[in-house]
């Protein structure tokens, strides 16, 4: 029996691959052209659950929650909520998908709870400056 006899292509299940990382023309949040990006809609809950594990193998104080910086923050903001404490004494997690201006992070993190937090991001387009006080999983040098 042949491959094609033996199981059934015609019925596999039409669905859109999405690539984690893309060439073209596209806008950064602060409306900077960018010649390529990082697709966060690729990630599955699996992965964005192991990232949020490779997070925590650096993330020593404890936090109360975190929040997502929508859309891009909101699956990791889920997968570390995992490891949130609970305890209204404990800092605020304030978390991203791509840094690239520090700009979301900005204009999301105007209250003093947000202002103190801890903040994370999975992939940084180029070194954050210490002073914005944002850890990157992953930094691309600048």
Known sequence: MMFDEQFDTTTVPNFEFIRLFQIGDFKSHAGLPLKWKIECDAIDH???RALATMIMDYQKEPFRKAIG????GVPLQNA???????NPDDPLLVCDDVYTTG???REFCTTQDTIYAIKWVIFARKPIKVNDGIKALFTMPG
């Open 80 to 86: 570390l909520n995992k490891y949130a404490s609970n």
């Open 69 to 72: 910086i929508p859309r891009g």
């Open 46 to 48: 699996t992965e964005w």
């Open 103 to 105: 700009t979301s992070f």
